[in-house]
Nanobody, 127 residues
Framework: QVQLVESGGGLVQAGGSLRLSCAASGRTFENYAVAWFRQAPGKDREFLAAMKWSSESVFYSATMKGRFTISRDSAKNAVYLQMNSLEPEDTAVYYC????????????????????WGQGTQVTVSS
């Protein structure tokens, strides 16, 4: 069973940065994709970034405008989301997710494609 635990959220002023962490346990993530999503109050869950664990191929939402970077540390079995130039509109609960790749060349970016989720970490950006 895959377990994911996010951390690193908090309150930050506009223009600031945060680094979210997602600690994974239960298995190694060879042949898995890992991703970050967020959900603001009253809005649908939004895709931010995904990575194919083995190849480290990365995919980003076009709306991130280069502000967010996904990375992983295989030794720690952890995935990270570096967020820069944060804006009040980035306020949301941030989730990491994992899913076994069905088609190795295709990285899922829709939330319904992911079976494993963390509990989320709150990010609040003040103006």
């Amino acid at each position: 069973q895959v377990q994911l635990v996010e951390s690193g959220g908090g309150l930050v002023q506009a223009g600031g940065s945060l680094r979210l962490s997602c600690a994974a346990s239960g298995r190694t993530f060879e042949n898995y994709a890992v991703a970050w999503f967020r959900q603001a109050p009253g809005k649908d869950r939004e895709f931010l970034a995904a990575m194919k664990w083995s190849s480290e191929s990365v995919f980003y939402s076009a709306t991130m405008k280069g502000r967010f970077t996904i990375s992983r540390d295989s030794a720690k079995n952890a995935v990270y989301l570096q967020m820069n130039s944060l804006e009040p509109e980035d306020t949301a609960v941030y989730y990491c997710a994992a899913e076994q790749l069905v088609i190795p060349n295709l990285c899922p970016i829709a939330d319904y494609e992911y079976d494993y989720w963390g509990q989320g970490t709150q990010v609040t950006v003040s103006s």
